[in-house]
């Protein structure tokens, strides 16, 4: 299941026991990492998160909180803000907005994923792991409709199933996958060793 | 390539041809000037008033706005409307509260702007804790936006009483010296602010992309607005602020909003980062 060379852009979509489920796929990301990675997860809207400074310290790659209008930069992990939705924008660029709650929530997975799918179309990998509301089905739909690569957690191995329950209900998905299973798919995202010869 | 990824992406350019044609009847014809949006909250606001004025295309939307202007209004709301509340962000009120009143309190008279101020929580909100430190009465805010429905809505300041709490809550977080209650009287589900605090607000139409300044103001607010509008638009809208600001004039801008992208970066100083509050630097 190499993804080699077939994405330029990875989302991710979490909600209850999203943490650990990223603490096991964002510490296994290679510095080679090539494509940068949009991540969503369901928080509390009234503090702020504290997602991109923990998990900068047990990453190999660079981890940040998403800045309205940021040029998107490869191999770089973006967290949504708590109380904003992240979008991507032409550019690409990154897009917050304040809109009303998407599924109850804000940052919302659907409104990540389709506006990544809008730009990056069949080039994203679109990822649902853990969660219990329905958040994020749409938005793998339209990956997925995009003609883009979608990955769903196995339900049985999440937390909370729902999310990813949700999803498959909606489309099928390319890949139904435990949490390690989708950690090495990550990895062959790296960029090619250079070689001797082409 | 598959057949149908083939159609959705010829969909999708479609959309996006007709987004900008849409775009251009709605400057023809209403001069309302969405061009220097964010284009990718623009499609999604478009794409939910699709469905709710029951169109399968952009152009079956423009056909029935350009044709019924009486649908117009409608599709503004879409369009415009921010989602706010009062004392949004307690923080920032707070860090207005200890470290720009003392500075606002040396000037004879004081001019605010709140700029984007959709239903009004925001102009309240500042002439809330502007009564509370005893500057209001010498105080005009001048609080404006470019859809004409919220400015009423505005103007009346009747909240859903429901929402009281939330603000409450907030206000009390900002390092409130009075209780909110003190400035709303509720009755048949709604509260109703004071006319205390509205004879001290202008609330007027006023556009960030098309206007130009109206007033020398001490502070501008205007916060999760940038967000809507594309780099240069924001800096047009930054010029705007510049203009306006007195020297040391302060700019609060939302939370998670960056001047650090603009060509107007330069005009500004940090004030209070952690708030995201400058200072219209003295010798520009």
Known sequence: MSLQGRVDAVVIGASAGGIEALNVLLPALSQYLRPPVFIVVHLPRDQPSMLADIFSKKCAVPVREAQDKETVASGTVYFAPANYHLLIDRGPQLSLSADDLVHHSRPSVDVLFESAADIYKNRLLGVILTGANEDGASGLAAVHDAGGVTVVQRPDTAQAPNMALSALKLRPADWVLTLDEIAAMLRTLDALPSRGVN | ?284
């Open chain 2, 1 to 284: 390539m598959d057949a149908e990824v083939t159609a959705a992406q010829t969909a999708s350019a479609q959309f996006e041809r007709e987004l900008e044609f849409l775009i251009d009847a709605i400057y023809h014809k209403y001069h309302y000037d969405f061009r220097g949006y964010a284009s990718a909250s623009l499609r999604r606001r478009l794409k939910t008033a699709m469905s709710r004025f029951e169109c399968q295309t952009l152009s079956q939307l423009q056909d029935k706005v350009v044709h019924d202007p009486a649908a117009f209004p409608a599709l503004l709301d879409f369009l415009t409307v921010q989602v706010s509340e009062m004392f949004r962000d307690p923080e920032y009120f707070r860090a207005l509260r200890e470290r720009v009143v003392p500075l606002l309190r040396t000037y004879p008279s004081l001019k605010v702007w709140v700029a984007g101020c959709s239903a009004g929580e925001e102009a309240y909100s500042v002439a809330i804790l502007l009564h509370e430190e005893g500057l209001l009465s010498k105080t005009l805010i001048y609080a404006t936006d470019i859809n004409a429905r919220m400015l009423q809505k505005a103007a009346a300041g009747v909240y859903e009483v429901q929402r009281i709490a939330g603000f409450t809550a907030n206000h009390h977080r900002s390092g409130a010296r009075t209780s909110l209650s003190d400035y709303y009287s509720a009755a048949y589900g709604r509260a109703v602010f004071n006319k205390l605090l509205k004879d001290h607000i202008v609330f007027s139409d006023h556009s960030l992309a098309t206007d130009t300044v109206f007033a020398e103001v001490q502070l501008v607010s205007c916060r999760n607005v940038l967000i809507y509008f594309d780099r240069s638009l924001q800096d047009r809208a930054l010029g705007l602020f510049r203009e306006a600001l007195c020297r040391q004039g302060f700019l609060g801008i939302g939370a998670k909003e960056s001047i650090r992208f603009s060509s107007q970066a330069g005009a500004f100083l940090d004030f209070v980062p952690a708030q995201k509050i400058f200072q219209r630097r003295a010798e520009l």
